[in-house]
């Protein structure tokens, strides 16, 4: 069964849309923005089962950023601490006194600014193919980012296949492209990627209060060099490198990485 969306307020009156999945422990999913649209992602297979994998023996909430999917579309400010915001507004409104929190890739600075705020919040921690600083801008992300100018269509739908990296099916593909073409809209998609670049939680690893996984795929686009300095710089981190080379936790051994969250939840 679909799960019930449910709308949060943030603290500057943005609304935030939401879902819960299962009973137990909450873990709270930051996905990357800009590409999130809760109902649309329930509706794909492969994302569906890795929603269900995840709320096995807990519950998962997992949202939509501002500017996102089923979440307020006006908003303009795309900021860390706009968009930590978001995610303070979803574990208030559910009155969550202790969450576990996965961040991944462009939505894991703000799952540690948010436990380096909130320390008593977050009982664990756990950062998927991301990063502290320095948004990785390569030719190749940079020729996708110039079809954002020209053409929506074609630059969600390249986008999704370049964060993808090697899906099993066509089918599958070409459903996150659609997902991608209606989780936002371009100026929301410029904004975000601006906002990327300001990104840089550096100076609050150190203080880091929490128990924190940091999970990479060894030839995932985002320099595993990365992922060695949150472990380094974090107290109390653990690094554990996967095979493939997909962002997408649903894209490839999907299990293996349910595995390693499971075992860090618990």
Request: glycine share 6%.
């Amino acid at each position: 069964m679909e799960p019930r969306i449910q709308y949060a307020k943030t603290s500057d009156g943005v609304s935030i849309a939401y879902w819960v999945l299962g009973k137990g422990m909450p873990l709270v999913y930051a996905s990357s923005p800009p590409f999130n649209h809760l109902q649309m992602e329930w509706q794909i297979p492969q994302l569906r089962l890795l929603f269900e994998r995840l709320a096995r023996g807990r519950m998962l909430v997992k949202y939509d950023h501002r500017g996102c999917g089923l979440s307020q579309r006006d908003v303009h400010d795309y900021s860390l601490d706009r968009l930590v915001r978001d995610l303070e507004a979803v574990i208030d409104s559910l009155q969550l006194q202790s969450v576990n929190l996965l961040g991944g890739v462009h939505a894991g600075p703000v799952a540690i600014a948010y436990a380096a705020r909130s320390p008593q919040r977050v009982a664990r921690l756990i950062l998927w193919c991301t990063y502290a600083s320095g948004y990785v801008r390569s030719e190749r992300s940079e020729a996708i980012r110039g079809l954002l100018e020209r053409d929506w269509e074609l630059y969600a739908e390249t986008a999704a296949r370049y964060q993808l990296g090697s899906p099993e099916t066509a089918e599958f593909s070409g459903r996150m492209a659609e997902l991608a073409k209606e989780s936002t809209t371009p100026r929301v998609a410029r904004a975000m990627h601006a906002a990327w670049l300001q990104f840089d939680v550096t100076a609050l690893l150190r203080d880091l209060k929490v128990p924190t996984l940091v999970l990479h795929r060894r030839e995932v686009r985002y320099p595993i060099e990365l992922a060695k300095i949150l472990a380094a710089e974090i107290p109390d981190a653990r690094l554990a490198v996967l095979e493939g080379e997909s962002s997408g936790m649903a894209v490839g051994d999907m299990e293996s990485v349910a595995q390693a969250i499971e075992r860090w939840h618990n």
